[in-house]
């Protein structure tokens, strides 16, 4: 068994490359080794600013030797009255055997030629060779490069490279026009701490040489670096460092030997909002704040900067970061006095100026759109006249921060600010923390918004833009969604759960849609295929938070959902709770076994019912069913169970308390099974039409009640 080390020397290279191309070879060293017929003992991976290494222990010396067969020309091809033609005598040539190796077996599509031949392992070291250039330009990312005056492309040139199998340098160029980089046995260290170059006397070697270089190769040792140095620099001046991952993962990837340093800034300072200076520390300086306490939001005038310098410098490096974090907290200062010299309404008019998307004008004009959507939701949750008041105003300011220099200068402080000069301008609670929570969620992971204003507002905003977009067909596509629209789709649906919202969410957006296209001129597009693509697009939605989020199985989602039928899958968006609560609630009866009890009752009479005419709504049997026509006293008894299955039926469909129909359902399967089954079954499909109709309907009522809870059809049995 041998060790095998690569790294690949570069100029600095961009933080968030260094996270990817790890993440990359993780998945596509292993599988190219496999497909090599190369096992391993382990695969570490390395990466800092300058460099990328693999380190994989227990490779075998070579390949294990290994038998293969091979498919050929059909036989019709290779031979011709017994004797072979030009394909079977290329394809032998081409595995260097005699044409009398060859065999003739039969397959699926008719008799082929084969040959099986014993594959001697080649040297791992020679595996390699072909393998490693592969893995460097296999990498795919954004905004490479070329340099000299080669095609080669890199996110940033590169100046060295270590290939070593055990401690012998297994020789790999790379060559790039009249440049080239071979590899050796010699790395590089630190910039500042180690400048001499490094020499590696074995693969194994590798990470204690670097360390001993101040080169700290492994990203989650200088991640944890990283946090302990923050931590103790916190305490020594009596706070808690607020470690944003983001932040941690960006500043692991910059350095190669961390060193934590304090600065301080003004007191005065503070009085800015404390948005406004952890986004400068953190967005803009990568710094880490420092809180008082851990529990609470309160700045202390200091921040902790993770050098990669020399130590013995922290306080030159201090006093630099010190005056940059001044002038910026200067600038953010003069903002936001500028901007409180008027109040948020009055920002409004400058809107006008500001382009939503070319094809469907200003901000302001989606502000007044937002505006009628947001009625129209209010309307449906008959929420109250102050309410609606506060919603209606709040959508109104929600984006006059847009134009502010404190948002233009840090857009990602919108909303943020909008709350905060609200408030300055005399504007009320409800109005004020409704600007911020429209924009949440903002993350995948972000929190939701917890007031009705900001519910609301945030999910006028959203659908205003899906209609929008939509309507001037920049549909998402792939992996290509410029305006985030899954992501807005999403959080309509996860906004409605989370807060319970009774919202029909087919009559808003046939409503928001009218009123899209009544002020278009001329109209974008016409109102059925615009509605027809937002209603799929947010079914896919709701189908994916419910498999993935909700961990709902596939043919559950599906059941709930409806296949192929418009008005039951419309009854989803009519009702985003009840399709929420009946899909969880189908996982649990499955888990639990009731699901079972009923299933094959249920699909059975479902299966039949679809050869009959009655419509899949209609649970009365009154008027349906004609007593005369029963043949069998379980047509009878079964006639009457329906008939108490009703009101049970209803009352769960209008409580959502669908234990109750399961439990009706578990009640009349017994009756059910002697209509199919027991002494007095019959035949369901009987030659005469009018006693076969009765029956069908008989199942399809059956089916119908069914309908209620789910699409039983779509479940699959034993899932």
Known sequence: MVTFLLEVGTEELPASFVADALNQWRSRIPASLAESFLSSESIQFYGTPRRLAVL??????????????VKGPSAQAAFKDGKPTKAAEGFARSRGIAVADLAVRSTDKGDFVFVRQQIAGRPTAEILTELVPQWIFGLEGKRFMRWGDGDLRFPRPIRWL???????????????????????????????LHPDPVLIPSAAQYVECLRQAFVEVDPAQREAQIVAQAEKAARSVKGVA???PGLLAE??????????????????????????????????????????????????????????????????????????????????????????KQSLEDYLPRLETVTFQADLGSVRAKVDRMGEIAQMIGSQLQVNAATQSAIDRATLLCKADLVTQMVG???????????????????????ATAI????????????????????????????????????????????????????????????????????????????????F???????????????????????????????????IDYDLVNAVLGESDPDYTARALQNLLDVRDRAEFLQSIRQNGQLTAIYETVNRASRLAAQGTLDKTTLEPTGLIDPRQFQQPSEQA????????????????????????????????????QFFDGSTSVLVMDENLDIRQNRLNLLGLLRNQARVLADFGAIVKGE
């Not at 329906?642 to 009101?647: S, T």
């Open 56 to 69: 994989i222990a227990g490779l075998p010396t070579q390949q294990p030797d290994r038998e293969e067969e």
């Open 162 to 192: 270590v290939s070593l199998l055990d401690e012998a340098v297994l020789p790999i160029r790379l060559v790039n026009g009249s440049e080239s980089c071979t590899s050796d046995r010699i790395s590089q260290g630190h910039r500042v």
């Open 242 to 244: 607020t470690i944003n």
């Open 251 to 340: 500043v692991r990837d910059l350095v190669e030997y961390p060193t934590a340093v304090v600065g301080q800034f003004d007191p005065e300072f503070l009085e800015l909002p404390p948005e406004v200076i952890t986004t400068e520390m953190e967005s803009h300086q990568r710094y880490f704040p420092i809180r008082k306490a851990a529990d609470r939001p309160t700045l202390l005038p200091y921040f902790i900067t993770i050098a990669n310098g020399d130590p013995a410098k922290t306080d030159l490096i201090a006093a630099g970061n010190q005056r940059v974090i001044r002038a910026r907290l200067s600038d953010g200062k003069y903002f936001f006095d500028l901007d409180r």
């Open 409 to 431: 200068e840090f857009p990602e402080l919108q909303g943020v600010m909008g709350e905060k000069y609200a408030r300055s301008s005399g504007e009320s609670e409800a109005v």
């Open 436 to 515: 911020f929570e429209h924009y949440l969620p903002r993350g995948a992971h972000d929190q939701l918004p917890l007031t009705l204003g900001g519910q609301v507002v945030g999910i006028a905003d959203r659908l205003d833009t899906l209609i929008g977009i939509f309507s001037i067909g920049m549909v998402p596509s792939g992996s290509s969604d410029p305006f985030a629209l899954r992501r807005a789709a999403t959080a309509i649906v996860n906004i409605t759960w989370a807060a319970n919202l009774e919202l029909n969410l087919e009559q808003l957006l046939h409503q928001a849609v009218s009123a």
């Open 517 to 551: 296209l009544a002020g278009s001129t001329p109209p974008k597009t016409d109102a059925a295929s615009l509605l027809q693509q937002l209603q799929e697009f947010f079914l896919q939605r709701v189908r994916t938070l419910l498999q993935e989020d909700r961990s």
């Open 638 to 673: 079964f006639y009457e169970a329906l008939i108490q299955l009703v009101p049970e039926t209803q009352a769960a469909q209008a409580e959502r308390n669908y234990q109750r129909l399961v439990d009706a359902l578990a009640n009349i399967a017994p009756v059910v099974s």
